[in-house]
């Protein structure tokens, strides 16, 4: 079976360098065998020649790079090896059926060849048609985009042409999440954000999408469980509309991706999302593009949600919707905690007061679980503090009637920072990194707890006035 390892090697070679300009000779090269008994032995395996292989590889990708990075034609055609954009378009339409520009324009449907791999038998070749979604952005390229629910948001805009003001901070803040803090019970739970913890009340979806002006329908676990066939065919039919679908769980932890494609008639979805890695099952794509991509199969049973984008209906200025967001906060202001959720001051509260807890910091191992819950509780006050200068920047800009509302929000919150940025001094960095063992210690936790209810205090008196 010798000749099946030099053609899995070729193959794996070819793979590396799809890139490059190689060729039947290179590569029969580098297996150490002459030229024609690579080529002759390479088409009884596969039933391809060794150019139709690279071929049909080459433009398989290159149909997905056009779609998901929205390269331009050219850039593409020299990436993959074609002197012009006439011979690469010709190329192109032989293989997909489209030329390059209509498959950018309308999402249309590409042929996907995908590596093959020889055992005693053949796998990958041609299979069904994959169909994505043009100028999905990615998601988590901006590290500082730690809320996922409104970067699936801003990805969704930017795949639906919409106006770049629908960024992540707009919908981090039409959402409520700039102006929330969340605590879980029972505690050393990961904390997240308030669009993704309160997703299921929908308040945070829906005025995410009113103020973006989409109907939506949102779909809970059981529904997609009990209704998996029919849910695939619906998220097959929204992709093929151009409507991307955004997903809760569908690889990682429950939180925000962005569905933008599929393959096999739905039974493989493609996307984005900021947990993907080992998910992915497809290496040269992510190799290609990005470590945020992510493509699953049969995995709808572990989606906690799904939101499908509906009709567009009438929506406010972006202006309009800022002052919404400001005036919102006194909402927010009144949310009422629960056995499993605190809001804003008690959530701080519930922070600093975990602190004090010495049965769970006795011993360094135990420190795992607290750690992973504190850290997430520093992100998210970071997340907020970073972000909303920005936002109130501009929405002094475009709201002329909030001006004093504004320039209190600036203030207080510019405490708050002063606050927050004392906190990761004492206890030497955003994650511990000068020395995590100091939590050992019940008077540095004392006085980290201090810290902690001091930034409580700050954000309480940012949003009294509102």
Excluded at 52 to 63: E, M, V
């Amino acid at each position: 079976m010798e000749w099946i390892n030099i053609v899995q090697k070729a193959l794996n070679y070819m793979e590396d360098h799809l890139l490059d300009d190689i060729h039947s000779e290179q590569i029969a090269e580098a297996m150490y065998i002459s030229n024609a008994y690579f080529q002759k032995t390479f088409k009884i395996v596969t039933g391809l020649s060794v150019s139709d292989y690279l071929r049909n590889r080459r433009l398989s990708l290159a149909g997905e790079e056009l779609l998901l990075k929205n390269s331009k034609v050219m850039d593409t055609a020299l990436k993959y090896g074609y002197e012009s954009s006439e011979s690469f378009t010709k190329a192109f339409t032989r293989f997909h059926g489209i030329t390059p520009s209509v498959a950018q324009k309308t999402a249309g449907k590409l042929r996907y060849f995908s590596p093959l791999n020889i055992e005693i038998h053949i796998d990958g070749g041609f299979i069904m048609s994959r169909r994505l979604i043009p100028n999905v952005e990615k998601l988590y390229e901006n590290k500082a985009e730690n809320y996922m629910f409104p970067s699936c948001m801003r990805s969704a805009m930017s795949a639906l042409n919409e106006d770049e003001n629908y960024d992540f901070a707009f919908f981090a803040a039409v959402c409520g999440d700039f102006f929330t803090q969340t605590w879980l019970e029972p505690k050393w739970r990961y904390n997240d954000s308030y669009s993704n913890v309160w997703k299921d009340q929908q308040l945070p979806i829906q005025q995410a999408f009113d103020a973006c002006g989409y109907e939506y329908t949102y779909v809970r676990h059981d529904e997609i469980v009990a209704k998996e066939e029919a849910i695939q065919k619906q998220i097959v039919e929204s992709i093929d509309k151009g409507l991307p679908v955004l997903s809760f769980g569908i690889v990682g932890p429950p939180v925000c991706s962005i569905i933008c494609g599929y393959s096999e008639d739905g039974k493989v979805l493609i996307g984005w999302s900021q947990f993907p890695g080992e998910m992915c099952d497809d290496e040269i794509f992510d190799h290609v593009f990005s470590k945020n991509y992510f493509q699953v199969r049969n995995q709808l049973k572990n989606v906690e949600a799904l939101i499908f984008f509906g009709k567009k209906k009438k929506r406010e200025t972006i202006a309009e919707n800022m002052e919404k967001a400001i005036l919102r906060i006194k909402d927010y202001k009144k949310m009422v905690s629960t056995e499993e959720v605190y809001f804003g001051k008690a959530a701080f509260d519930a922070w600093a007061d975990s602190l004090l807890c010495d049965e769970d910091f006795q011993t360094e191992q135990q420190l795992e679980g607290p750690l992973d819950t504190y850290r997430s509780c520093v992100v998210q006050t970071g997340t907020n503090l970073y972000h909303i200068e920005d936002f109130l920047r501009r929405a002094q800009q475009l709201c002329p009637n909030l001006t004093n509302e504004i320039q209190h929000l600036q203030e207080g919150f510019q405490q708050e920072k002063e606050a927050f940025e004392k906190l990761i001094a004492f206890q030497g960095g955003y994650f511990f990194e000068r020395d995590r063992k100091a939590l050992l210690d019940a008077e540095f936790r004392k006085t980290l707890s201090q810290h902690v209810k001091r930034v409580g205090e700050c954000y309480q008196k940012a949003i009294e006035e509102i």
